[in-house]
């Protein structure tokens, strides 16, 4: 986890922690929310990540990871600072921070989609993709 509890500071460090959750999507995205506002507010501050208690080490694994994605998207010609809500945004200028996610969250579920099992009556797992007993 990027988040780090300290025993003496139990209560504050989740309540920064629960700040990025505010507003629904799950872990990811409130991973996502941690790492925007560690960019773009706090402009890579280490401070930052000391007053969240946040890992620095976490967050810098984090951008060289995204640095990496980015130029994989140039490298293919894909554009990666455009996103599907902008031309909604365009036209509904009211749009709410939890839509602004939805393209993001389709994509995880489409990515977890092959990882998806039932419980068989037999207590054993099965993918739902292709029958396979995990």
């Known amino acids: 986890s990027v988040f780090y509890r300290p025993k003496d500071k139990a209560v504050h460090a989740d309540t920064a922690r629960l700040n990025f959750a505010r507003g629904g999507g799950g872990d990811h995205i409130a991973l996502m929310r941690c790492y925007n506002e560690w960019a773009f507010s706090a402009d890579y501050n280490s401070q930052w990540c000391f ?3 946040v890992q620095v080490r976490s967050m810098k694994k984090a951008r060289d990871v ?16 455009v996103s599907i809500m902008d031309n909604q945004k ?18 995880i579920t489409a990515g977890f989609f ?21």
């Not at 365009?90 to 994509?107: G, R, S």
């Not at 092959?114 to 995990?134: E, F, I, S």
């Open 90 to 107: 365009q036209e509904q200028q009211n749009i709410d921070e939890e839509e602004d996610f939805v393209p993001v969250l389709k994509a």
């Open 51 to 53: 007053e969240n208690y």
């Open 66 to 81: 995204r640095e990496q994605l980015e130029n994989l998207c140039e490298r293919v010609e894909i554009d990666h600072t």
């Open 114 to 134: 092959y990882n998806v099992a039932r419980l068989t009556r037999t207590g054993d797992y099965q993918t739902a993709k292709q029958p396979k007993t995990v």
